[in-house]
C-alpha cells in the first residue's frame, strides 16, 4: 500500500521532468532543431490557414529545422502571450509583433538584434531590400531587431456598384466626401449604413494626422492624445452617427465590420490593406479603394508586423531562426504572403516577382496600399503599448457611445497615459 | 456477528485496527495538491501584494500598505468592483428565480416535461467557450439572428455587445440561460421534497396553484433557494471565461469585471503587485459570501429539520 | 380551470424549451450553409452543404486539441479518483487527531475558485517547469475537495458491517477500500466522475494562462482562438461548426448520462 502510493507520489515530478524537456532541450545530437513560432491575426482573411501552408512548406524544404506555429489571437493577446512567457522562462523562439509591441519587448530586453546575429551566423540577410519606410522603424540603438513581413496601411474600401447607383462616380477623397457619398447611399437604402470605422486606435491614429498632428510624440515616454487635431479627428468620428446618422451609434468591431460591407449592408469601409484579398473576393459587387480620405493632409498609419527573434533562445536554435526568416522574406514567400492577403509586399524584390505583377493585374486596387505609404507614418508607440493603447481605446470607446464628449475623453487618456509613462521618464 | 467477547461500549462506526500514521497518509494525496495549489497561493497573495513588483520595477521591493492604496484611487479597479457587484446582485436571484420557473414547469409527469428538461440542461454541459461563442454570432451587429429579429419587430437593429449599456446584461443572458437549468435540478429536488401531503390538503382547501406556491411551497424551499441563491452568487463573481471570449473587458470597461481586472494587471501590464492585491480584495469578497452560506443557510437548515 | 392550467403550464414549457433550444439549433443551422446565407440571415438556407466539418476540422488542429483535453481530463479524473478515495474514507472512517482541522482546509478549496489563485499557482508551474504542458494545466485540480466530500457522505451511508465482515474475513485496509467502499458507492462515484470530466471538457482560463504553442492547447482554449481568427475570415459557418465539433462528445456524454448527471448534482447538496 505504501509503496504504490509513493511510487504514486514520485510520478509527479517526474512527468513534470520528462515534459518540461519540451522547448528547452538542446536536441544537440542528431538536430532536428524544433522552434515555436507565435502569430497574431488581426486582418480580416482567412491569414492563418495560409500562414500554416507557408510554414508547412518551409518544414518540407528543411528537414532539420521544423517549425511549430501557433497562432496566438490578436496583436494585444499576442503581445500579453509573449509577455506572459517571456516572464516564464519559456519563450518561443520566433514571434511576429506590430511595432508598439516591439518597444515594450525591448523594454524588456527580450529581442535578438539581426544584423549581429547575421554577422555571427553565415545567412546574409538583404537589408537593403527592404524598404526603408518598413526596416527603419525595427531599428534602435544602431541595432535592426525587426524584418518586415506583414505591413499594411489603412485605406478606403467602397462598394463602387452601390456608389454609382447614387450618382457617385469618383471615391471619396475628403472628410467632407464621406458623409455626402454616406448619406446619399442611405438615403436611396442602397446599404443598410452608409459608412463604418472601426473602433480601433490604428485607423484613428490615421486620422489625428490628417487632421494635423500625429498621436506619436518626439521620444517613447510621450504621447498626444489630446491635442486640438486628436479631438477634431475623434469629433469627427463621433459624428458620423450621432449628427450625420451614417454610422451606428457605439463600438464597430473591425473584424465584424467588413464581413457587413462584402455582404453589402455597409457602403464605405475603413479598414487595414491586409484584408484587401478575401474583402475582394467575398464581395459580390465591384470593390473600389482609396486613400484614407483627407482633411488637413492625407494620411495614414503603417500597421501589421514585422518578424523578431527572442534573445533568451539556445544559440543553435537562433541560427535556425535566422535561417526560417531567411526564408520567410524570400521574394517567392512574400508574393505569395501578400497576394493572398494583401499586405504590401515589404521589399522591393518582391514586387517584381512575376506573381505578385499578375496579382496586380487582376486586382489594381492592391497599389493603393503602396502608393499610399508616402503619407503614411509609425504606427503608435511608446512604452507600455499595451496599457497605453487601451487608455485610448477607452477614451474612442466612450466617446462613440456618447458616454463621454471627445475633448473630454481624450483628456482623461492623456492623463492615464501620463501616469503610467511616468515611471520610464 | 458474534464474536465471542463481551462487548464492552457500543461499536465505534470508526475502524479501529490501524497504525496512527495511516489516517494521514490517506489523506497526504489529496492535502498534498490543496495545500500547493490552494492554501499556499492565499498565502502568496498576501504576502506579494505587499511588494511593489511591476515592468518598470521587475525586482520585487516590501511597500507594505501602497499596492491597496493605489487600486482604491484607481478607477479602473474601483470600476470593476462596481461592475462585479452589479452584475451578482442582479444575475444571481434572476438565474435563480428563472430556475424556478423551470423547476415548476418540469414538476410534472408527461413527455413535453421530460423532453424539455433536456431542452433546459444541455446549456450546463455545453462548453462554455461554444456557448459564448454561439452568442457571440447571434449577437453580431448588422447580421446576427437578435438583429435580424428586432429589425423584424421594427424595434431596429440591435448590438448589445457594442454598448457600454447593456455588453454586462447581455453576458448576464447567456449566463442565466446556461446556469437556470443547473438551479433548477436543485430546485426541483428541493420541491419534490415538499411534503405532498401538505400541498394535497391545501388544495383541498380550495387554494389556487399560485397560492399553493407562495404559502407553502416557496417557505419550505427557502433553504434550497438561499443555498441555490449563493451557489449564484459564487458563479457570477467567478466570471471571467464569458468576458475574456465575448468582451475583452469592454466597451469601455463596462464588463471589466474583478477577475477580469485581475489577468489583465497581471498578464497583459505585468503589476504582479496590485494584481495580488487585488486578488485578495478578491478573496476577502467571497469569505463574506461563503461566511453568509455558513452561517444563514445551515442555521436555517436546522431550524427547518427540528 | 385545473385543465386550463394544466395546458397553460404545458404551452408555457413548451415555448420557454424552444427559446432554450434556438441557440443550438441556430448554430446547427449556420454550420450546415453559406456565409451568404447566414450574412443576409434568412431563416432557411438556400442550400445545405456538410463541407464545413471537414474545412472546419482541418483549420484547425481539433484532433489534437480533443486529444489534449481527454490526457487532461482523464488523467485529472483518475487521480481526483485515488486522492478522493483515501481522503474520502480517513474523513468518513477513521479517527485521528486534526482530522476536523484538515477537514476545514478541503473545504477551504471548495470555497475558493482556482481562477482567483491564477498567479501565485502560474508561479508555481513555471518553478516546477511545467508551462505549456498537460501536466501543468492538471497539477492543481488533483486534490478534489468536491469528490472527497461527494465520496465521505457516500462512504459514511455504508453500513459499517460491511467492512467488519471482511476483515473477519482478514481482508487489509486497502483492500476494504478499494474493494468495498469503492464499489458501494458507485453512484456517487459516476456522479462526480460526470461533473469533473464535464467541468474539465470546459475548463478556459487556467489552459489559457498555462498554454502558449498550439500544440498543447485544450479544445476550449483551441475554440476560442479559432472563433477569432476564423471571425476575421468572416467564416462564421466555420467558427459554427467548430462549436459543434467541440460540443459535441460532451453532448453525447450528456445524453447518456443524464439522469446520472443530474441526481448527481442533486446529492451533491445535501
Known sequence: MLSSMSAALLTVPALSACGSS????????????????????????????????????????????????????????????????????????????????????????????????????????????????????????????????????????????????????????????????????????????????????????????????????????????????????????????????????????????????????????????????????????????????????????????????????????????????????????????????????????????????????????????????????????????????????????AAVSGKASAASALSTAQKKADSILAQYR | MSTGLPSRRPRPRSSRRHSPVTPYLFVLPGLLFVVVFTVFPIGWLLVRSLFRENTAHPNPSFTGLANYKDIFSDPVFLKSLETTVLYVVVVAPVSVVIGLVIAQLINRKGIVASVCRTAFFYPIVLPLVSAATIWLFIMTPDYGLLTHITSFLHLGSSAPLANPGTALWAIGLVAVWRQAGFYAIFLLAGLQAVDPDVESAARLDGASSLRVTWHIRIPLLWPTLVFVLTLAMFSAFQTVDLVYVMTQGGPIDSTRVMLFNIYETAFSYGNTGGASAQSVVFLVILAVIAAFQIFVVDRMRSEIDA | MRKGMKVGSTVATMLLGAVWLVPLLWIAVTAVRSQTDSVAGRLFPHHLTWSTFAAAWHAAPFGRYYLNTCIIAVGVIAVQLVTSVLAAYAFARMTFRFRDTLFYIYLLQMMIPLSALVIPNYMTIKHLGALNHLIGIMLPYFGSALGTFFLRQSFRGIPIEYEEAARMDGANLWTIVWRIYLPNARAAVLSFLLISFSFHWDDFFWPLIVTSSDERRPVSVGLALFTQSSESGAAWQLVAAGALIVSLPILVVFAIFQRQLVSGYANGMR
Open chain 1, 22 to 397: 519540451g522547448s528547452k532541450s538542446s536536441g544537440t545530437s542528431n538536430s532536428t532543431v524544433e522552434l515555436s513560432f507565435f502569430y497574431p491575426v488581426e486582418a480580416a482573411g482567412p491569414l492563418a490557414t495560409t500562414m500554416t501552408a507557408l510554414v508547412n512548406d518551409f518544414n518540407k524544404a528543411h528537414p532539420k529545422i521544423q517549425v511549430k506555429p501557433s497562432f496566438t489571437g490578436d496583436y494585444a493577446t499576442n503581445l500579453t502571450k509573449l509577455l506572459t512567457t517571456v516572464k516564464g522562462g519559456n519563450p518561443p523562439d520566433v514571434a511576429i509583433l506590430s511595432l508598439g509591441d516591439q518597444l515594450t519587448m525591448l523594454d524588456q530586453k527580450a529581442l535578438q538584434p539581426l544584423n549581429e546575429l547575421a554577422d555571427e551566423t553565415d545567412i546574409s540577410i538583404p537589408f537593403d531590400d527592404f524598404y526603408p519606410a518598413f526596416l527603419d522603424e525595427t531599428k534602435q540603438d544602431g541595432a535592426t531587431y525587426g524584418l518586415p513581413f506583414q505591413r499594411s496601411a489603412c485605406i478606403l474600401y467602397y462598394n463602387a456598384d452601390a456608389l454609382n447607383a447614387v450618382g457617385v462616380t469618383a471615391a471619396p477623397a475628403t472628410w467632407d466626401d464621406v458623409v455626402s457619398a454616406g448619406t446619399k447611399l442611405m438615403a436611396k437604402k442602397q446599404v443598410q449604413w452608409g459608412v463604418q470605422f472601426p473602433t480601433g486606435i490604428w485607423q484613428y491614429q490615421g486620422l489625428a494626422i490628417e487632421a494635423g498632428q500625429d498621436l506619436n510624440a518626439s521620444d517613447l515616454s510621450h504621447v498626444n492624445f489630446n491635442t486640438p487635431a486628436a479631438v477634431t479627428a475623434l469629433q469627427w468620428l463621433v459624428d458620423l452617427s450621432a449628427k450625420y446618422g451614417v454610422s451606428p451609434k457605439g463600438v464597430i468591431d473591425g473584424l465584424v465590420a467588413p464581413t457587413a460591407f462584402t455582404g453589402g449592408k455597409v457602403g464605405i469601409l475603413y479598414n487595414t490593406s491586409g484584408s484587401l484579398t478575401s474583402v475582394i473576393q467575398q464581395s459580390k459587387f465591384k470593390v473600389g479603394t482609396a486613400f484614407m480620405p483627407k482633411k488637413e493632409a492625407y494620411g495614414s498609419p503603417t500597421g501589421g508586423g514585422n518578424l523578431y527573434i527572442l534573445k533568451d533562445i539556445p544559440t543553435e536554435r537562433k541560427r535556425a531562426a535566422l535561417t526560417f526568416l531567411e526564408w520567410m522574406t524570400q521574394p517567392a514567400q512574400g508574393a505569395r504572403w501578400s497576394v493572398a492577403s494583401g499586405y504590401i509586399p515589404a521589399r522591393k524584390a518582391i514586387v517584381s516577382t512575376d506573381e505578385w505583377k499578375a496579382f496586380l493585374q487582376k486586382y489594381p486596387q492592391a497599389n493603393t496600399a503602396t502608393d499610399e505609404l508616402q503619407y503614411a507614418v509609425p504606427s503608435l508607440r511608446s512604452h507600455a503599448s499595451n496599457e497605453v493603447g487601451s487608455a485610448l481605446l477607452d477614451a474612442m470607446q
